[in-house]
């Protein structure tokens, strides 16, 4: 089964940066999905944040991360990355990995795969 394992979550402060990590199994074709991350605060829908191209090439970031975050990917350790300087409280939330065999679009429908979540968390 594919498996989609994200790591790299936890408690810092306003300021500071992360570096959330995404590993796919060997049963999928790493480098011909697009990948996203997404998140979910509680009592709050789950949110787009990024999303790469299958080459890595392009790349899309919603507007409250864009200047802040980086996402970026390396096929040959299937592994998929999301760089996040200046951390603000409303950044809290489970990071989820996810990945899509159409486009790296903004829609949380359309991935096939997800991972488990990793938590961060942004103190004041």
């Known amino acids: 089964q594919v498996q989609l394992v994200e790591s790299g979550g936890g408690l810092v402060q306003a300021g500071d940066s992360l570096r959330l990590s995404c590993t796919a199994s060997s049963g999928l074709r790493f480098s011909n999905y697009a990948m996203a991350w997404f998140r979910q605060a509680p009592g709050k829908e789950r949110e787009f944040v990024a999303a790469i191209s299958w080459s890595g090439r392009l790349s899309d970031y919603v507007a409250s991360v864009k200047g802040r975050f980086t996402i970026s990917r390396d096929n040959a350790k299937n592994t998929l990355y999301l760089q996040m300087n200046s951390l603000k409280p409303e950044d809290t939330a489970v990071y989820y990995c996810?990945?899509?065999?159409?486009?790296?679009?903004?829609?949380?429908?359309?991935?096939?795969?997800w991972g488990q979540g990793t938590q961060v968390t942004v103190s004041s």
């Open positions: 996810a990945a899509s065999s159409v486009s790296y679009i903004n829609s949380r429908h359309e991935y096939d795969y």
